[in-house]
């Protein structure tokens, strides 16, 4: 959703500093993979300091891609290796939360962690099969960029397990609307 009408908005005011970064968009992919690993193992003791981190990782996760555009070095591999870790940062994290839930004894946080992990992967996994199968399926209220903005917004604040139930909830609503979308298609089609 964010991702649909706003995908690009970053890059005409990070576009002549991304000119200027003498890295490949893949190094810093990869950097921002990196990162938010680093983030989703401060997690498990310091919520609001991996919270920091994982803001840190976001923004790699925005340069790469600009990088990219702006310097004409967009590649299918680049894009690929960005989905790619996209989805193993989306686990690291989910899994650092609910190992820190697990250290103090929250169950329903470690339920949380587990429900929202399962429709981050059902969202990307919708996506990913619907374009297989020919039907463009970018619809939904909760994309990766909504995930992380849910996501940094509660470990930050401290508003964390509201934070995962609307992160949880809508994930699952967000593919139900894939799958929705993909009926539609397959019954017009």
Same mark, same amino acid.
């Given at each position: 959703?964010?991702?649909?009408h ?5 890059d ?47 923004i ?5 891609? !600009? ?8 590649? @299918?591999? $680049? /894009? *690929?290796?960005? #989905? =790619?870790?996209?989805?193993y +940062?989306?686990?690291?994290l ?7 839930f697990?250290?103090?004894?929250? !169950?329903?946080?470690?339920?949380l962690?587990?429900?929202? @992990?399962? $429709? /981050? *992967?059902?969202? #990307? =996994?919708?996506?990913?099969? +619907? ?12 994309e ?46």
């Amino acid at each position: 959703m964010i991702g649909e009408h706003f995908g690009h908005v970053f890059d005409k005011p990070l576009g002549r500093l991304a000119r200027h970064i003498p890295v490949s968009p893949n190094v810093l992919t990869v950097t921002g993979f990196l990162v938010t690993v680093c983030a989703s193992v401060l997690l498990v003791s310091n919520v609001r300091l991996g919270g920091l981190l994982l803001v840190v990782g976001g923004i790699f996760d925005i340069l790469d891609g !600009i990088v990219a555009r702006v310097q004409g070095r967009a590649t @299918l591999f $680049g /894009a *690929f290796l960005d #989905s =790619y870790l996209d989805r193993y +940062a989306d686990g690291f994290l989910l899994v650092g939360l609910a190992a820190g839930f697990f250290r103090t004894g929250n !169950i329903q946080g470690v339920l949380l962690c587990l429900s929202s @992990l399962i $429709g /981050a *992967f059902m969202v #990307s =996994y919708a996506r990913a099969r +619907a374009e297989g199968l020919g039907i463009d399926c970018k619809v939904g209220v909760m994309e990766r960029p909504e995930r992380l903005a849910v996501l940094a917004f509660g470990t930050v604040s401290g508003i964390l397990t509201p934070s995962l139930w609307v992160l949880s909830l809508l994930s699952h609503f967000t593919a139900l609307q894939r799958l929705r979308r993909v009926w539609r298609a397959a019954a017009e089609g």
